[in-house]
């Protein structure tokens, strides 16, 4: 990680890199992991610093950035005219929604909604840096339950790690930094963010198989209509985990030119058939402005896990349910 940070930042100087801050106008403080969207669906993220690089070079015919983050009006600037600070202002009116739930008191019970890994590499969403996977949790009965864990099936291994474990090689290391959202049932579709914490994690090559992730301090209350639980990669960090500045795809010279792939990151996430009713939901972040769809043939068509039938992410939950008083 030290050689792949000091390559970035030759990398940043030859191509002319700007480094721009993003701060809360109020307070001068960083605005964290903000949504910076070039347009034509590219964009990045800035770091735990409100930091984020742009270059004329290496983002060709880019003329307006949108800045945006949870809790903030979106900012429009144009790149001829982007200095080292940007100042979001708050949205109040968002923020005024956001819903305050004092910590359940009593005896509670610990349930677990079981999560669905497996260790099939061809059965696994490759994640990218645009992409944000819900998954719908329902509330079956009028107990008070809150959230003590997600239980969240990763895979590690690269697509050859079979063939390379016999050689006895090392797993290839990596750093990759997960956010986690939380969102209301806006008719059966994820609404409003039930919370503008920033909720991270980080998993690594060697992460477990189902990697639980305590979150019994943010006190998340399922609502009565139920509740998306989402996870969405900002990218790889260093060592200290710090975020790196990630590109949103690789240039791939091709007989027919160059072409712009994806670029995806580990770990891959299992999806699954075992789940009866379809409760995963998507949105490219940089695309079709932002909105949420249903995983589905009808809304993907070019899914070859759709076309296996694996219409969900295989997320798990462990509750608190409270007695009734």
Known sequence: MKYLSFLIGIISIQLGFSQTFVKDSLNNQPVSFATIDFGNGYGTFADEEGKFYYSEKLYKGIDTLIISALGYKKKKIATNKLTDTIKLPHEASMLEEVIVTAKP?????????????????????????ESEIAVYFPNNSP?????????????????????????????????????????????????????????????????????ELDVTESNIIIPKDGIFVSIQ????????????????????????????????????????DKIASKQTFVKRIFHNNGKWVLFDLKNINNSNLLK????????GLEVEVYKEK
């Open 308 to 315: 296996a039938g694996l219409n969900n992410y295989g997320m």
């Open 143 to 211: 107990n008070t339950k809150r959230i003590s864990k997600l239980l969240l099936p990763i895979k590690t291994e690269a697509k050859n790690w079979d063939k390379r474990h016999k050689d006895k090689h090392e797993k290839r290391p990596f750093s990759t930094l997960f956010r986690v959202h939380f969102y209301e049932n806006n008719k059966g579709m994820p609404g409003d963010v039930l919370t503008y914490e920033k909720i991270l994690f980080i998993a690594n090559q060697d992460t477990d198989p189902i990697f």
């Open 105 to 129: 008191k009593g005896k509670f019970k610990i349930i677990t909604i079981k999560p669905n890994g497996h260790e099939d590499y061809f059965k696994c969403w490759l994640p990218t840096i």
């Open 233 to 272: 990669v900002l990218g790889y960090t260093d060592k200290d985990g710090k975020l790196l500045p990630n590109k949103k795809y690789k240039e791939v010279e091709t007989k027919r030119g160059i072409v712009r792939v994806s670029t995806t990151f580990r770990p891959l996430l299992p999806f699954t």
